[in-house]
């Protein structure tokens, strides 16, 4: 198999949103130009527009339309009252990490007695285990509240039942057919839940779960005599887990992130300072939580225990927290080198040309360590644009973890495999499952046959998508500063991205190790460009040329100026 060399460039917007411009940019006193990225992003009402731009925690809908809500708040009520132990049974990622610390800490607040426990990946796997729930019976805990997994745990939950413990899920994976008989049941995704937005990472269901109890605790009169918490100072949590989880940025996702982000950079508690020194970190976006701070965190998950994500998360002495945070900088320094290792083994069986599949990989190996086999799927996925699946092999059994591409729903397409599987579960874009290692060739044979179903030869290029062609005169530094409202941006909000026609390419020059830097040149005016990773294709940049960037406003030393970040470049037609 050969790595993709061909991008298509797709415009995001249609003749109809140009249409709808000037209608909404009067509306909202903003330029045209911003009013198209709002209406390409399906944004079409100026309250709408509003709520995307400015969002308030008011506009927040009542948690209590969440299925099951009303079950749960009144089971951890009961807890509140009796002081009866309360559990946080969490994952192992970023998402599962920053839910387990915000009920953690968030419960605390509001008076429950209440603790925490994350499985061990290579030991104990994922999700809900009946080993768990037993072990929480026999130290006394009375309920426990599932982050981040537990949809799925239908023996558990009969377990539970059996021994008199309740269980209380709250999740945002698909939902299978048969869920589990819990105390409560919380999941967007679930069938009769009239919640309005669907797409909460776990640690946002875990959030509005602490929106309802806090309510109901007012009603009860238990801040007649102390103050009642602030839960805004968690959703530095929820954006973290959120972005991590690479959920779509949109609706209340985005207020929620938009709001959590301001906290990461600006308040960051002691654990995220000390993340951000061992991560040089010095002012926190998107790109610095996805690519330096959750990685870190994702670490002591993958190689060793993500109770230590926890830890840090909810520590407040400064040297603990920098100690830890070092730990698990240390952490992700040998998941890199495990993660290289793997890609180059993966990316050699692939190259020599064995593997008879044309619209999907699976590779298994019994060398290949489950706590970086997603990672290492993603970058297949980056080189090759095939829905990947890899499989770490162990005594006769495989773990696996798969990544997708547009056009081809993960979660869909293995529940037509479920024959050969033991268990699965996951979204569109991103999955875990397990299967018997004779299995993994008849799994990959109708892996295969559901991608050559659904997958076009146009879906098995990577696309780009953009908003438009521009003239380099149109981006001074305040249209482009205005374009920065629209952020945070991620899955469902891509950052703004533009065609520019027929520029020369002047200074060319590598930067770094493998970056690109230049000018573009159109009718008199002229921006720097920045490639990054592109120092290989600097031969390329002769003649007239096209550019698919984002703009950005780079300031140094007091300046403010704009820079255009390359995405893509051709030859003009």
């Given at each position: 198999m050969e790595p993709v060399s061909t991008r298509h460039w797709v415009p995001r917007s249609s003749e109809a949103v140009a249409e709808r411009e000037g209608e909404l940019a009067r509306a909202l006193d903003l330029t045209t130009l911003t009013a198209r990225i709002l209406l390409a992003r399906g944004i079409a009402s100026p309250d709408e527009a509003r709520f995307f731009i400015d969002g308030k925690l008011a506009d927040l809908p009542d948690p209590f339309t969440l299925l099951g809500m009303e079950s749960a708040v009144a089971r951890l009520l009961r807890a509140w009252r009796r002081q009866e132990r309360v559990r946080i049974h969490g994952d192992y990622d970023v998402d599962g990490i920053t839910a387990t610390a915000l009920l953690t800490e968030g419960f605390s607040q509001l008076g429950l007695q209440v603790d925490y426990h994350i499985p061990l990946r290579l030991k104990d796997g994922y999700g809900l285990s009946v080993e768990a729930l037993e072990t929480a019976v026999a130290e006394g805990v009375a309920v426990v509240v599932s982050v981040d997994c537990g949809v799925s745990a239908v023996a558990e939950a009969e377990r539970a039942r059996e021994l008199g413990l309740d269980l209380i899920v709250t999740d945002h994976h698909q939902v299978p057919e048969k869920l589990p008989r819990a105390h409560a049941l919380i999941n967007p995704h679930q069938p009769g839940c009239p919640f309005p937005f669907k797409d909460l990472?776990?640690?946002?269901?875990?959030?509005?779960?602490?929106?309802?109890?806090?309510?109901?605790?007012?009603?009860?009169?238990?801040?007649?005599?102390?103050?009642?918490?602030?839960?805004?100072?968690?959703?530095?949590?929820?954006?973290?887990?959120?972005?991590?989880?690479?959920?779509?940025?949109?609706?209340?996702?985005?207020?929620?992130?938009?709001?959590?982000?301001?906290?990461?950079?600006?308040?960051?508690?002691?654990?995220?300072?000390?993340?951000?020194?061992?991560?040089?970190?010095?002012?926190?976006?998107?790109?610095?939580?996805?690519?330096?701070?959750?990685?870190?965190?994702?670490?002591?998950?993958?190689?060793?225990?993500?109770?230590?994500?926890?830890?840090?998360?909810?520590?407040?002495?400064?040297?603990?927290?920098?100690?830890?945070?070092?730990?698990?900088?240390?952490?992700?320094?040998?998941r890199q080198a495990i993660e290289k290792e793997t890609l180059e083994q993966a990316v050699a069986t692939l190259e020599a040309g064995r593997e008879t599949a044309t619209h999907s990989i699976v590779l298994a190996d019994a060398r290949w360590h489950p706590g970086v086999i997603g990672i290492v799927a993603s970058r297949l996925v980056e080189r090759y644009h095939r829905p990947t699946v890899l499989i770490s092999l162990d005594g006769g059994q495989g773990k696996g973890s798969a990544r997708s591409i547009r056009g081809f729903h993960l979660y869909q397409a293995l529940e037509r495999c479920r024959e050969r599987l033991?268990?699965?579960?996951?979204?569109?874009?991103?999955?875990?499952?397990?299967?018997?290692?004779?299995?993994?060739?008849?799994?990959?044979?109708?892996?295969?046959?559901?991608?050559?179903?659904?997958?076009?030869?146009?879906?098995?290029?990577?696309?780009?998508?953009?908003?438009?062609?521009?003239?380099?005169?149109?981006?001074?530094?305040?249209?482009?500063?205005?374009?920065?409202?629209?952020?945070?941006?991620?899955?469902?909000?891509?950052?703004?991205?533009?065609?520019?026609?027929?520029?020369?390419?002047?200074?060319?020059?590598?930067?770094?190790?493998?970056?690109?830097?230049?000018?573009?040149?159109?009718?008199?005016?002229?921006?720097?460009?920045?490639?990054f990773g592109m120092a290989a294709r600097q031969g390329e940049l002769s003649g007239p040329m096209d550019l698919l960037f984002s703009p950005s406003i780079n300031e140094w030393k007091g300046r403010f100026d704009v820079q255009l970040q390359i995405k893509d470049f051709r030859p003009s037609a």
């Open positions: 990472a776990g640690v946002g269901v875990a959030f509005f779960l602490l929106v309802a109890l806090r309510k109901a605790l007012r009603e009860a009169g238990a801040f007649a005599e102390s103050k009642e918490p602030d839960l805004r100072r968690l959703l530095d949590l929820v954006a973290l887990g959120s972005i991590a989880d690479l959920v779509p940025l949109t609706g209340l996702n985005r207020l929620l992130t938009r709001i959590g982000l301001q906290l990461l950079d600006k308040q960051p508690r002691p654990g995220i300072h000390a993340l951000r020194q061992v991560a040089a970190v010095d002012k926190v976006t998107c790109g610095t939580v996805g690519f330096r701070l959750a990685p870190r965190l994702n670490a002591a998950g993958r190689l060793e225990d993500a109770a230590l994500g926890v830890q840090l998360l909810l520590g407040r002495e400064a040297s603990a927290c920098l100690e830890l945070a070092q730990l698990l900088d240390g952490f992700n320094r040998e033991l268990g699965f579960g996951g979204h569109a874009y991103a999955a875990g499952l397990s299967l018997a290692e004779a299995e993994v060739p008849e799994f990959a044979r109708a892996f295969e046959e559901v991608a050559q179903e659904l997958l076009t030869p146009e879906g098995l290029h990577p696309h780009l998508g953009h908003d438009g062609e521009l003239l380099l005169e149109e981006l001074d530094s305040a249209t482009v500063g205005e374009l920065a409202r629209l952020a945070p941006f991620g899955m469902g909000n891509p950052e703004p991205a533009f065609v520019v026609s027929g520029v020369r390419i002047q200074q060319a020059a590598v930067v770094g190790s493998d970056h690109l830097r230049f000018v573009a040149r159109q009718d008199g005016y002229s921006l720097p460009c920045i490639a």
